[in-house]
């Protein structure tokens, strides 16, 4: 346990790539969003999507772990074991401090009505249905997804290059296109707006944590072959 507390230790010495750059990524969208909004002559309250961007730097987050850490962390002799579950906690500890970071905003645009402009990018009534910890549980399983989406890919161009990265990228790509041809030419849009309806956006995320879960195994699996 010792050496895999220490993998923590090993990822989060690099605080640029784990805190500062979320950080500013996350500072500079609540600005632009607020500028946005106080530009829209409206009275009723305004929403955007301006709080995802941070998350996607998980993605990046996600590579970096695997692309800059693993080779150093095999070069003093932590086992892959070691190094897969250690930045799992670190992952895990900074979609945590993400899922804070979202609740704290929502908590300020309730206090100050919008950004004093009435215009929302963290308290989406959407995600916060289920009250602050189902927020709490969406905003963790976005930053976590794309963090292991992220890792995950790197594995599999540390596995095989960057052919197999593209084939796979290609395969998820016709795949995502035959689901939607599908559910159009069996007109099933109807009922898959139902799901996702009697699911809600913590239903989903909850799925999503399952993803995650898969998404990890095969990173996992990829990891005890993979070349520093």
């Not at 998350?55 to 590579?63: E, T, Y």
């Not at 308290?123 to 602050?132: I, K, M, R, S, Y």
């Not at 995502?176 to 559910?183: K, N, R, S, T």
């Not at 099933?188 to 993803?211: M, R």
Request: hydrophobic share 60%; net charge positive; glycine share 14%.
């Amino acid at each position: 346990m010792r050496r895999t507390l220490n993998v923590v230790r090993l990822q989060m010495i690099n605080k640029n790539t784990f805190i500062w750059v979320p950080l500013i990524v996350l500072a500079s969208a609540v600005v632009i969003s607020v500028l946005i909004y106080a530009m829209i002559p409206v009275d009723t309250p305004k929403y955007g999507g301006g709080g995802q961007a941070p998350l996607w730097v998980f993605f990046a987050v996600g590579m970096s772990a695997m692309t800059m850490t693993f080779p150093f962390s095999q070069a003093i002799s932590i086992t892959r074991r070691e190094f897969f579950i250690g930045t799992m906690l670190a992952a895990i500890i900074g979609s945590a401090f993400m899922g804070v970071l979202f609740l704290i905003g929502g908590g300020i645009e309730l206090l100050t009505n919008g950004w004093g402009v009435n215009g929302y990018m963290f308290h989406l009534p959407d995600v916060w249905a289920a009250g602050a910890g189902g927020a709490f549980v969406i905003y963790f399983t976005l930053a976590l997804f794309f963090f292991v989406i992220g890792f995950t890919g790197a594995t599999i161009y540390k596995r095989w290059g960057a052919l197999m990265i593209t084939i796979v990228g290609v395969g998820i790509g016709l795949l995502l296109v035959a689901a939607v041809f599908l559910i159009t030419r069996l007109e099933l849009w109807g009922q898959v707006g139902i799901v996702l309806g009697q699911l809600g956006a913590l239903g989903v995320a909850l799925w999503g944590l399952v993803g995650v879960g898969v998404l990890m195994v095969i990173s996992y699996l990829t990891l005890r072959r993979a070349t520093p």
